[in-house]
């Protein structure tokens, strides 16, 4: 069972930011594709940002695009997103998750999952 863990969520005021942290095995961070997932009481969960094993490109949503960053340390095992100009609108429990196939990072069907990390912006 792969474990994956993701920390760094928490309280911030509208405007601040957090850096959300993604800690797999080092096989995971050097031969997976990896995203991150958000899904906020009551709705779907949302595909924020997709990353490939060059980093050469990395997808995000529009509604993050500008303001989050996507990264991957295969040195200390981690992936990260940097969440800058939170909204209320970013309120949500935040997942990553690794898969070998990027369409199934992509459906939100990956194989591996992190038990995710609450973000709650207030005003």
């Known amino acids: 069972q792969v474990q994956m863990v993701e920390s760094g969520g928490g309280s911030v005021q509208a405007g601040g930011s957090l850096r959300l942290s993604c800690a797999a095995p080092?096989?995971?961070?050097?031969?997976?594709?990896m995203g991150w997932f958000r899904q906020a009481p009551g709705k779907e969960r949302e595909g924020v940002s997709y990353i490939n094993l060059s980093e050469l490109h990395t997808y995000y949503s529009d509604s993050v695009k500008g303001r989050f960053t996507a990264s991957r340390d295969k040195a200390k095992n981690t992936l990260y997103l940097q969440m800058n100009n939170l909204t209320l609108e970013d309120t949500a429990m935040y997942y990553c998750?690794?898969?070998?196939?990027?369409?199934?990072?992509?459906?939100?069907?990956?194989?591996?999952w992190g038990q995710g990390t609450q973000v709650t912006v207030f005003s």
């Open positions: 080092g096989y995971i961070l050097s031969s997976f594709y």
């Open positions: 998750a690794a898969d070998r196939k990027i369409e199934n990072i992509v459906s939100g069907q990956a194989d591996y």
